[in-house]
């Protein structure tokens, strides 16, 4: 944006836009630029929020034992009334963010404490995770009216820690963590048409993804290599999300669903290229759920619909979907002869390391050439901990892993400024 702006004058001499031009091109700029003072006191308004809602809960609760009930239901309230008329004011007076956000969460921790405290005062009983899912419940339309950044993380976070505790305490599944979610969704789409490279965007990118992949252990069974593939689906599922063009144009960096899913493909593709994956307690090798199997062909189909109809991935031959596609055959065969699972799991991410690795190379890539590489000796030194080699033979082989990463990179950068000097 610098640049640009400075070679306005240069434009203007040389009569190629006009003046007028030019003072629409500043101004818009200038429109778009969020001042960093602002973004820093967002950011510590924020920060002081939660130590002083932290620091009243603590205050509270050292002298409980010490008041009345009716003062206890005061004292429970009153955080409650006071931070509804901060942030009522700070709506009203329509403050920038800077005030929003803090006012926001110190709601957000006084409904939790409210909640919490009247609970313990008149002895309602719940568990932690129906506690949750009412603290979150009341708290989502806050996120709505105040347009709050924070909020919406702390969403995201407070709804993952409710499917978990749910789980744990009911072993049931926590269907309201959709209802979450899905509620979250709409806020999550305005905030990228807004603000598509926003950190704060770029945060979401990484949170959702996050959360969905610890939820979905907690609607799973305990067939934990029927798991496996319903993972393996999810993951397909959110790299297609994350080759669609509003997000693609992120950096790696800032696209948490290719992130988040290329490491989750990679980890569960050496995990079931370990004969011990298939070994141990071979009789759940059938261990198929009637419950799961949905949520598999559901995510499946939806990352083959985003493949074939939005992003043309297939024709691209996208070697991370392709894995995903080809790994549901893998897995069947799994279930009849786990040997020859084991060899067809390696070639497939022996495959998939080559396919990135001469990608790179056709594309001067350093980095996605390095990261085929990385997934070559990922599966290399996997297979030190499941196979009878002796350590001369090991180390022999960490040699030439360390000098192929060296060569490779050598030629790269070679053939590259070959290129450049031929151009």
């Not at 001499?13 to 091109?25: F, G, K, P």
């Not at 050496?270 to 949520?295: C, H, Q």
Request: net charge positive.
């Amino acid at each position: 944006m610098k640049t640009i702006l400075k070679e306005l004058p240069e434009l203007v001499v040389n009569d190629i836009i006009t003046s007028d031009t030019a003072q629409r091109i500043e101004a818009y700029y200038a429109s778009k630029k969020v001042p960093r003072e602002n973004n820093l006191l967002t950011i510590f308004g924020v920060i002081g929020a939660v130590l002083t809602g932290l620091g009243i809960i603590l205050i509270f609760a050292h002298n409980w034992d010490t008041f009345p009930k009716s003062i206890k239901t005061m004292l429970a309230l009153l955080p409650l009334i006071a931070f509804q008329g901060l942030t009522a004011y700070t709506i009203i007076a329509k403050k920038e963010a800077r005030w929003k956000e803090p006012a926001g969460v110190l709601l957000f921790f006084a409904v939790g404490a409210s909640i919490a405290l009247v609970a313990q005062i008149y002895n309602i009983p719940g568990n932690l995770g129906s506690y949750l899912c009412t603290w979150t419940l009341l708290c989502l339309p806050l996120i709505y009216i105040l347009r709050s950044n924070a909020l919406a993380l702390l969403h995201i976070v407070f709804s993952t820690w409710y499917a978990c505790e749910w789980s744990s305490e009911t072993n049931g599944r926590p269907w309201m963590y959709l209802f979450f979610i899905a509620a979250f969704i709409p806020f999550y789409i305005e905030r990228h048409r807004s603000q598509p490279v926003s950190g704060i965007t770029a945060f979401l990118n990484l949170a959702l993804p996050v959360s969905g992949a610890i939820a979905l252990a907690m609607f799973l069974d305990d067939a934990y290599k029927f798991n496996a593939a319903i993972y393996v689906a999810f993951f397909g599922m959110l790299y297609s999300i994350g080759q669609l063009a509003a997000i693609k144009q992120h950096s790696l960096r800032s696209n948490g669903f290719t992130f988040v899913s290329q490491l989750g493909i990679l980890i569960l593709l050496l995990i079931t290229s370990s004969k011990i994956f298939w070994e141990v307690d071979s009789g759940m090798r059938a261990s198929f759920s009637i419950n799961t199997l949905p949520a598999g062909v559901a995510f499946f189909a939806i990352s083959l619909y985003i493949a074939i109809v939005r992003t043309n991935a297939l024709r691209r031959f996208d070697p991370f979907l392709i894995a995903t596609i080809i790994f549901p055959a893998i897995y069947v065969v799994g279930l009849i002869e786990p040997l020859f699972t084991t060899v067809l799991a390696n070639l497939l991410v022996l495959g998939l390391g080559t396919v990135i690795i001469r990608k790179g190379a056709l594309q001067f890539n350093l980095p996605v050439l390095n990261f085929g590489l990385v997934i070559v000796s990922a599966l290399i030194i996997c297979r030190f901990f499941d196979t009878d080699m002796s350590f001369a033979i090991r180390g022999l082989l960490f040699v030439v892993v360390g000098a192929g990463f060296f060569f490779a990179n050598y030629l790269l950068i070679r053939k590259k400024k070959d290129h450049e000097i031929t151009k």
